[in-house]
């Protein structure tokens, strides 16, 4: 007895039908994982858009700040302001929302302290 040899067609056709069974399977996982990056790219999208308006409210608050500042002292001849200073590279953003809160005080000593420097003091 001889063994059945194995018919060479039967087995082209095996072999062929794994190929595209494996490029099925392929280009399933590669359109997923498009459909994956073009999600994350959306949603990074959206993170961006947020950030630069909050950037951009910031911006203003702290604009506003300077201009009422350098309103109050512009009329006094003896102090001299400067542009607004630049954005603190060291700066952690985590920590923006304390930073802010840190600028109505320290305005505020400004003021009590100008007023002291300006009011006419009593002998």
Sequence with gaps: MTADPVDPVARYKELLETAHHAARAHSEHERRRAVELVAEIHAADDRVKAAAEAQAQVTGEINGWWRQV???????????????????????????REYLGQIEPATKEFYAALRKATWPRRR
Excluded: N
Excluded at 75 to 93: I, S
């Design 70 to 96: 350098v309103a109050t002292v512009g009329e006094l001849k003896w102090l001299t302001t400067t542009p607004r200073p630049a954005p603190d590279p060291a700066g952690r953003p985590e920590l923006l």
